[in-house]
C-alpha cells in the first residue's frame, strides 16, 4: 500500500494521513508554478481531518486561486516547501504537495488542471484527463 507520508526539505514540518487521495492532480496554474518554483505542482487530495501534522515552522501564504476563491497555501518557515493547500472552493480537503513525500514514486497524476497556462515542454500521460482550469463541478 501506498504510504502518504512525507515532510519538509528541513525536517521540521512532518506529516501523515491513513486516508488514500480521492485523486492526484498535477496543476499547471500560475501560482502553483511560483510557489513550486517548477512547471506544475502535483496535488494528492485528501480529507483535510485526517491529515497529522507535526511541527512548529508551518507559515500560510493567503492566496487567490484562480477560481477567485481563497487558497490557503501551508509551507515551511524555515526552508521554504510547500506542505498542503485548503482552497475555500473545496472545504474539508488538504491538497497535499506529492513532490513531499518520502516516496512520491506512486504519486502519477490522474488528471491535469489549468492547462491554459501549462508550459509547452511539459508532456502529460497519454489518456489522463485534461482541463483548462478546474474540472466542470
Ligand atoms: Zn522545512
Ligand atoms: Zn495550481
Not at 515532510?7 to 508554478?33: F, K, V
Not at 506529492?98 to 504519486?107: E, F, K, R, S, Y
Request: overall charge negative; glycine content about 10%; some cysteine.
Amino acid at each position: 500500500m501506498h504510504e502518504v507520508k512525507g515532510g519538509c526539505l528541513c525536517g521540521s514540518i512532518r506529516y501523515e494521513s491513513a486516508d488514500h487521495p480521492a485523486l492526484i492532480a498535477a496543476c499547471h496554474c500560475t501560482h502553483c508554478q511560483k510557489q513550486s518554483g517548477g512547471a506544475f505542482s502535483v496535488n494528492l487530495v485528501m480529507p483535510l481531518a485526517g491529515v497529522k501534522l507535526t511541527g512548529s515552522t508551518l507559515a500560510t501564504f493567503n492566496d487567490v486561486g484562480g477560481s477567485g476563491m481563497p487558497v490557503k497555501r501551508h509551507f515551511c518557515s524555515s526552508c521554504g516547501s510547500p506542505i498542503f493547500s485548503e482552497l475555500d472552493a473545496m472545504p474539508g480537503v488538504a491538497a497535499v504537495k506529492a513532490g513531499t513525500l518520502d516516496d512520491p514514486a506512486w504519486a502519477s497524476p490522474q488528471v491535469n488542471l489549468w492547462c491554459q497556462s501549462a508550459l509547452p515542454w511539459v508532456p502529460m500521460a497519454e489518456g489522463s484527463a485534461q482541463f483548462d482550469q478546474n474540472p466542470p463541478a
